[in-house]
């Protein structure tokens, strides 16, 4: 609550004297806002600085806005990224959103060696120890990467953590723990308002496009993490694009994260 609080009170000191008394380090709208909520969230999400604050920046767009829609993260690990958007909400509105959560939590899938790159295959032999050679190609478990990157995630933790100590709720924090190709499918969101996407590869980023690109609403935001990362990742969203009637224009946060706000005429081609 006490955070919480702070935030309103500096993003009304903000608002009543147009941000002008403070120069933002890397040019956010209201960062300063955002950078009293990122360390509650740090040490849990593995997303650099800029793609945070532009977080922060889309939800606050969306409550100011009246933007109707869920949350909706396909890859959460410990729930930093989607922690921010619990304490974004909370700062900006006084209703609380279904905030949708989809992972496995303690394990990834194997990436496909024909489509997701040698960066993503050198990294599966750096972290798993798994040769080209012995992958399938289909999504089947890949252990060991995690023990590199800071140890799994738990589903059971993560919902404590935003429903209970950041406060969002156990009521509007939803969480899917299960491969996508389980889970998705058969989840009911409702319209989103931000679609957040961390599923690294082609299969599981193209999964979680074809079953909920459609429930994003004209005006919510697309944002993808590995576009810029894996070339798996890449073709599965240039793929849903040239699909579409109006392409939007994809804006680059870092050299990883883009993201594209979903048009009025948006709905797949036929």
Known sequence: MGLRRELRKLISRSARRGDKQSAP??????????????????DRTMIAHPALLSLW???????????PGAFVECGVWKGGAAGLMALANQAYSTTRRPLHLFDIFDNICEPDPELDGERALNEVKQFAGRDRTTLTGKMESLTGVYDHLGGPGDAELVERFIADELGYGREATLVHKGWFQDTIPVVETGPIAILRLDGDWYASTKICLDHLYERVVPGGFVIVDDYGTYEGCQKAVDELLAGLPQRPFLNVVTADVRYWIKPEAASMAA
Do not use: N, S, Y
């Open 25 to 42: 380090r890397l040019g956010f709208d209201h960062e300063a806002a955002a950078e009293l909520a990122i360390p509650r969230v740090r």
């Open 57 to 67: 920046a889309q939800v606050r767009h969306c409550e100011v806005a009246g933007l």
